[in-house]
Structures are given as C-alpha cells and as structure tokens.
C-alpha cells in the first residue's frame, strides 16, 4: 500500500515544521532507493539514499538500532558541513528531536576511499528523516543513510570468551577476560576472508565509539554487532575498525578478527594505523566521565597488548605517519605515549574530552599491572 510522502525538503524547512505531525512514508524495504543487505540471526543494513538537497523526510522504515550517513569519495568531505537525524522510537511512535552526528569521523582505513559519520544508536526505532548541510565543496556523492538492525546475531559452537590468565612470558601484565568474537555473536560470512598483520604493537589508541552512554551492558553485544555491520557493509572495510571494545561495565570485546594476540591490522587511527591496536569505549566520552569499571578494562587490554611486545605502558614511542589526512604528514616520525587517545594522531574530539582526561589514571594502572 502505497502512502503519503512529505514533500518539504528538510534542508530547507521551517522550524515549524519540525512541530508538525510527522507522515508516514513507505516502508525502506519496498522503496525503489533502498536497498537491504541481511546477516546471520536476522541482522540487516537498509540503505536509503538522499535526495539531491540532502535530505531524506520522515519516512517510515524497516526497524533499526543503530544508523549513520555515507558517501562516495574524500573521507572529510563533510568536515566542514553538519549531518543531523531524527528517529521515530518503535515502541511509542514519538519522534526524537534533532541530534547532530559527527560528520568527520575518522575511524578509518588509511587508504579510505568512502566517508562516513560516526555511527548513533538509537535503540529500536522505525523511522527516520535525515537533514545534510554541505561544507564548501558543496554535498558529496552518494549519500546516503544507512539502518542497522543487529538481528540477534550469529550462533555458534567456538569458544564465546578467553578467560584471565595470570602474567607469563608472552606478556609482562596478566591477559584479561576477553569476550571472543563468537561471544558476541559476529557473523563472520560478511567480513574479508583472510587478515592484514602489522608490525609491532608499540602504542594503543584509546577511542569512544560516539554512540550511546545509557545503555545496559547487556544490549553490548548487540551495539558491537551494529558497529560491525556498519563498517563492513556500509563503509566497505574489511572489518570492523577497532581491535578491542569495552563497555561501561568493564568487559572487554574482541574486535578485528585474526587472535587476539596478534598485531592484526585495525581500521581505528587515520595515519597510524600501522604498528598499532585501536581500543574503543562504547559510548560517548565528551562531558561524561567514564565508569571506574571501563576505564580499569581499557587499562586492563592495554597494558596486556602492549605487555606482548614488551612495550611499558607509561613510556613514549615512534609511529611513522601512514597518511597527510593526519595531523602529520605522511612519513613523519611522530613521538606518542604508549597509551594515547585518537585526537593525539588527528583532529577530532575523539575519545571525549572527559575520557581523554583519564588517561594518565588509564596509564598509571596500566603500568602497575605490568609489574611498573
């Protein structure tokens, strides 16, 4: 049954509008500028596209938990515009107010060939409108807005977690529990076959991942599986960016597949992805002080990972800058903490300003499981 579109192009509306009853359009599965991609356990990825203002009106969808914005070419095409969404909350029909997404989302590929925002969770919704204000270049190719439903995830008989393991002679820090990637359910039919291993893991890049705070823990998982379907089959990368996740309560996530324990080559930090291993805090860290509980786990993976290496989580080291996007230029020796955040390596926010004021606490704990 075919519906009423509205036809106000949300670019250029009113205040007023935004106070109006919302319509309902068809639904994203049926419309002929949407396209769905499914995964393991009733997961799926709707992908509507924008008009040429920018702009998708309220509309109704396919239930999602998490979405973002993507467009062909330059990552930071929209480093200068603004993204902002509005979501329609499944249970009561209420629609949310605006909310801005960062639209310079640097969690990448050095060699990115698409650009994304950072992802929102919204919990479970079934509409959207979506509202694009281009930078100076003007707006993007390809935009368009993509709904994650996590599904209930993949099942599986492999080992769901990686239990602590006292310090030994692979690492000068005992091996926290780790959540395997089975534990929270990864389909791994959608990822790249195979794996890209780095060199030495001399720092780790303490992130958030800009989604929600107030979340249960136990809708983690699920917020993990959201993340990785939208860096595979929505951002096009081989996996999900980050090699480690750690929720407010503390538990800690395999991220990037290829073992924990090995220097598997992440998506995290643009320009110094080499040598590295990205660590994401779910949730975000600008004005919210991070749970003593997540910030001991990221201490906890950190001094563990870089304990593989020999690497003394209070001590500085060398990366070499793989991309100008960076704050360097591409081949430049760049001295970081062992232990340092995203914005140390690019211009962002990221991980939060409250959360990058705890990283000396992250680094001194940190050091004091490794025996420092």
Same mark, same amino acid.
């Given at each position: ?15 007023? #509008?935004? *106070?109006?009853? @919302? ?24 992908? #509507? ?33 603004? @993204? ?45 409108? @979506? ?14 807005? %993509? ?16 239990? %602590? ?29 195979? *794996? ?31 993340? /990785?379907?939208?860096? @595979? ?8 960016? /980050? ?30 992805? !080499? ?18 509980? &997540? ?13 593989? !290496? ?8 060398? &990366? ?7 704050? /360097? ?5 760049? %001295? *970081? ?17 409250? #959360? /990058? ?11 004091? #499981?490794?025996?420092?």
């Amino acid at each position: 049954m075919s519906l009423s579109i509205p036809t106000a192009v949300l670019a250029g509306c009113t205040t007023a #509008l935004l *106070f109006q009853p @919302v319509a309902t359009a068809v639904d994203g599965s049926s419309s002929p500028s949407a396209s769905v991609r499914t995964s393991a356990g009733g997961g799926s990825v709707t992908s #509507l596209a924008l008009g040429s203002g920018g702009a998708v009106a309220p509309r109704a969808t396919r239930p999602f938990q998490l979405l973002g914005v993507v467009w062909d070419g330059a990552p930071d095409a929209l480093a200068q515009g603004s @993204v902002r969404v509005r979501t329609r909350d499944h249970a009561t029909g209420r629609w949310s107010d605006w909310q801005q997404l960062e639209a310079d989302a640097t969690d990448a590929p050095d060699d990115a060939s698409r650009g994304a925002t950072a992802p929102l969770w919204t919990g479970r919704s079934d509409g959207v409108a @979506v509202d694009v204000r281009p930078g100076p270049a003007g707006l993007p190719r390809g935009l368009r807005v %993509e709904l994650v439903d996590p599904g209930r995830g993949a099942t599986t008989r492999e080992s769901t977690t990686l239990p %602590e393991r006292p310090a030994g002679s692979t690492s000068t820090a005992p091996r926290p529990g780790i959540v395997t990637r089975a534990g929270w359910g990864a389909d791994e039919s959608i990822r790249e076959s195979g *794996f890209v291993y780095t060199g030495t893991v001399k720092v780790t890049f303490i992130h958030h991942t800009a989604t929600s705070t107030d979340y249960a823990c136990s809708d983690a998982p699920g917020i993990i599986r959201s993340i /990785y379907a939208y860096h @595979v089959q929505s951002n096009g990368w081989r996996d999900i960016g /980050y090699n480690f996740l750690v929720d407010r309560c503390g538990t800690i996530y395999e991220g990037r597949a290829g073992g924990v324990d090995q220097p598997v080559l992440g998506a995290h930090t643009l320009g110094f992805n !080499t040598n590295s291993s990205g660590i994401a805090a779910i949730g975000t860290y600008g004005s919210t002080t991070p749970p003593q509980a &997540l910030q001991d786990g990221l201490a906890k993976i950190s001094a563990w990972k870089l304990g593989l !290496t020999g690497q003394t989580a209070g001590d500085a080291t060398h &990366l070499t800058s793989g991309s100008s996007a960076s704050l /360097y230029a591409s081949g430049t020796s760049v %001295e *970081f903490n062992t232990i340092s955040g995203h914005r140390d390596g690019f211009a962002t926010e990221c991980p939060g300003g409250a #959360l /990058y004021a705890k990283l000396p606490d992250i680094r001194d704990t940190a050091l004091s #499981l490794q025996g420092g």
